[in-house]
């Protein structure tokens, strides 16, 4: 400092419009100085702290655990960790400390500059985007529910594989992304490949990736799905449709930890922890032949079973509301919510498609809503006049649901969304009859905009 | 007290070492003051102890607010934020005359500490 003419009343005069906390330092890593980013962090006046120790000021878990200083002084390169500190107001804030030597040598010769840095807003940045469990849209309070969620963390904490099953629509996808936000892979991809979606050829280009000139078209080399995880979490869901010669392929990767790209004789090392997830049953594919023992084993290392909707007690009535909300939010309509009878209605139904069918029924209810309460008259006629007896007891899988008189077959698929799509085509056909073709008025009889309708009769191929 | 060396330890979560002392009316030590050490560093260990030994009043660095208040709320006096030598502290302390976020100096200055 001095060889540069600077005096220090200088430098800490420019320190002083530095946004973040800096801290000027002797080769003892003691105070020379700070600006008053610092001062307000720590609560001490610099005057009164000029020569203290900054381990003493700073009351950082990183200065009193970590020779940063020290690291600092003998690599002169700066050094960096994220801690902790307790400010003047007795509250821990997150902070990254980053310690650089000054002067010319390896060894620093004159000082240490400290910068520290608030992350509060970062880390409630960071835990507002990864959000607990609810935030991932894993809803419930049922007893069945809580006791998978309360085995997310243990999950989390270990890089063993982990096999999700449950029926379509409990919430597999949400769950191995649940899983990666909690483990300490979080800061890395989390990567879905369906299994179940693409040809043998091309899933295996897809997950182990291509050199150039690998087959007709591979113009260029393609990474696949387990390098663009590297580091995260790769969730195969799915799993159960992997064809056997790939299902070798991922048992050696699984093993081994490398692999080899299609077309290539380079050796890919990766660090992937695999999430899989089915909604079939392994035990069973694997006595058929159709799924290799040794992969179920190695996939059956931890296990964890979504249970369908229908056996989660009371989960159905809060998701709707939920959902409720969402929707007449999104859709800005003010629905108090269910009347007795739909809420009934509701209870009632078997909901093969599960959480996910529930949603979309709720979202149909809300759309065709003009009062302020659901009725039974509102919900999907498959739900409204689908018999109680229905639903299956638990542990049983549900029978199809039972397509309503008048209602096309066509429109009344078993699974949720396959109801959906039909019923909103049809609703849309009818108010559009009922307003003999003026999309205007049907927009406005449907609570949608003109927009919404266009976008919707595009999407159905209507008109 | 928590220390670290013969300082007052900068945080009271992060301290192993604890200085416990006893006054006499008129603000002297009485006895030798003893030191007790921690399996580990962790704030709600250091209040039961704390508690266990009917200490009144606590001397410290950085504190957090829950522990400060608990400690308050169990009729502890806390004197939290004092940077220095533990010996000043406590003479000070034990006077009556130590103030939260007072920073003592080793004599002579510019001495370890």
């Given at each position: ?5 600077w005096?220090l ?89 980053t ?63 982990v096999?999700?099953?449950g ?16 483990s ?5 991809p ?8 693409l ?14 000139g ?14 663009l995880a ?14 056997l ?58 296990t ?14 809060f ?107 049809r ?36 008109g | ?20 002392a ?90 370890s500490?």
């Amino acid at each position: 400092m001095k060889q540069s003419g600077w005096r220090l009343p200088d430098i800490l005069a420019i320190l002083n419009g530095v946004p973040h906390g800096v801290a000027l330092l002797d080769r003892d890593a003691r105070l020379l100085g700070m600006n008053h980013a610092l001062e307000a962090l720590t609560g001490y006046p610099a005057a009164q702290v000029e020569g203290l120790a900054a381990d003493a000021v700073l009351c950082s878990h990183l200065s009193h655990k970590n020779p940063l200083y020290r690291q600092a002084m003998e690599g002169g390169g700066p050094v960096a960790a994220e801690g902790d500190l307790i400010g003047a107001s007795r509250k821990k804030i997150p902070v990254r400390l980053t310690v650089s030597a000054l002067g010319n040598g390896a060894a620093a010769d004159g000082g240490l500059v400290m910068v520290v840095e608030d992350l509060s807003l970062f880390r409630a940045l960071e835990k507002e985007r990864s959000g607990g469990l609810e935030a991932k849209g894993i809803i419930g309070h049922s007893p069945q529910l809580r006791k998978v969620l309360d085995f997310v963390p243990v999950l989390a904490h270990t890089d063993a594989t982990v096999l999700i099953t449950g029926e379509t629509g409990t919430g597999k996808d949400l769950l191995a992304e649940a899983i990666h936000h909690a483990s300490g892979r979080a800061a890395y991809p989390f990567v879905k490949v369906n299994c179940g979606a693409l040809p043998e050829n091309l899933l295996e280009s897809e997950l182990f990736g291509h050199a150039r000139g690998a087959f007709t078209g591979a113009h260029a080399d393609k990474p696949g799905m387990f390098r663009l995880a590297q580091g995260g979490t790769l969730f195969l869901t799915e799993i159960g449709d992997l064809p056997l010669p790939l299902q070798v392929k991922l048992l050696t990767v699984l093993d081994d930890r490398a692999f080899y790209p299609l077309g290539s004789s380079k050796r890919v090392q990766v660090d992937v922890r695999v999430v899989t997830g089915t909604h079939r049953n392994l035990k069973e594919l694997v006595a058929q032949g159709r799924f290799r023992q040794d992969l179920y084993f190695r996939l059956n290392v931890l296990t964890v079973h979504l249970p369908p909707l229908r056996e989660r007690e009371g989960d159905a009535a809060f998701l709707a509301d939920h959902f409720l909300q969402q929707f007449a939010s999104g859709l800005r309509k003010t629905i108090t919510g269910f009347s007795a009878k739909a809420m009934a209605r509701l209870a009632a139904y078997a909901y093969p498609g599960n959480v996910r069918e529930l949603r979309n029924i709720v979202e149909y209810a809300v759309s065709v809503c003009r009062g302020s309460e659901i009725t039974p008259e509102n919900l999907p006629e498959y739900v409204a006049k689908a018999p109680p007896a229905s639903r299956p007891a638990a542990g049983q899988p549900p029978a199809a649901p039972v397509p309503a008189a008048g209602v096309e077959p066509s429109m009344e698929g078993p699974a949720g969304e396959a109801n959906w799509q039909g019923a909103e085509k049809r609703l849309i056909m009818e108010t559009l009859l009922r307003c003999k073709g003026n999309r205007g008025e049907a927009a406005r009889a449907l609570g949608w905009g003109r927009s919404t309708l266009w976008r919707k009769m595009k999407q159905h191929g209507i008109g | 007290m928590p220390l670290l060396g013969e300082q007052i330890a900068p945080r009271f979560d992060l301290a192993v070492e604890v200085l416990i002392a006893e006054g006499e009316a008129g603000g002297a030590v009485a006895g030798e003051p003893r030191i007790v050490l921690l399996p580990a560093a962790s704030a709600d260990a250091l209040c039961a102890l704390i508690l266990k030994e009917g200490i009144g009043m606590v001397v410290c660095g950085a504190i957090e607010e829950n522990h400060f208040q608990y400690l308050s709320w169990k009729k502890i006096r806390v004197t939290d934020r004092v940077i220095g030598p533990w010996r000043p502290a406590l003479e000070r302390a034990l006077a009556g005359r130590l103030q939260p976020g007072e920073i003592l100096r080793e004599k002579p200055r510019g001495g370890s500490s």
